[in-house]
């Protein structure tokens, strides 16, 4: 079973609201401890060594970077 409030930012007076940084739905929750952080760079991995992707887009980047207020930069 997996813990929303590890993997996904949630408004802290109403979590079982989503954030939504990006505009492309629920915006991880980077700042959890390590699991969230390790499945996302085994999911890169993933697609590098077994999809043969050869490159990623970051755009949205800075969203990895907020909180509800601000980006922690």
């Not at 492309?24 to 959890?32: D, M, Q």
């Amino acid at each position: 079973m997996l813990d929303n409030a590890a993997y996904y930012r949630l408004f802290p007076d109403d979590p079982a609201r989503y954030a939504d940084f990006s505009g492309t739905g629920n915006t991880l929750n980077v700042t959890s401890p390590r699991p969230p952080q390790a499945d996302q760079v085994d999911s890169l991995r993933y697609w590098v060594l077994d999809m043969h992707v050869d490159g990623f887009r970051f755009d949205l980047a800075p969203t990895l970077a907020r909180d509800l207020e601000h980006m922690d930069k």
